[in-house]
């Protein structure tokens, strides 16, 4: 696989992506609120129907499951990245010592995560 400019450009949109979803869904939420106290406080002969409080409420769901959704930077490249290093010829034949190493580190780096805090031991 190779890694193009355009490849590049993409990794370095994930996060400037995934900032913005935050954001508008901060906003829309706050919006949402904002409105439908409004329309229930002040304004008592407009109703506000079944389907505009839901649209008013899933805008920030659907803003906050597409931030959950786009990886950040560090992932796409980790995607891209250590399939390639990993499957080369070069790391598997010409140093199986780097290779070795490498998937020890990650084991003990994946134990690591899956340890109760305050133990020494792995889960059981």
């Not at 805008?59 to 080369?88: D, N």
């Not at 070069?90 to 690591?112: F, M």
Request: charged residues 20%; hydrophobic residues 55%; aromatic residues 8%.
């Amino acid at each position: 696989m190779t890694i193009d400019a355009t490849m590049i450009y993409l990794w370095q949109l994930a996060d400037s992506l995934r900032s913005l979803m935050g954001a508008l869904a901060f906003v829309s939420f706050f919006a949402a609120f904002a409105v439908i106290l409004w329309c229930a406080m002040w304004i008592e002969e407009t109703k506000l129907k079944r389907w505009q409080v839901v649209l008013l409420l899933a805008t920030p769901v659907v803003f906050s499951v597409l931030r959950a959704l786009i990886p950040t930077s560090k992932t796409v490249a980790m995607m891209v990245v250590v399939p390639g290093i990993v499957e080369s010829r070069v790391i598997k034949e010409d140093l199986p010592e780097v290779y070795d190493a490498a998937l020890k580190a990650l084991k003990s780096q994946l134990g690591t995560a899956n340890r109760e805090p305050g133990t020494d031991e792995g889960t059981r």
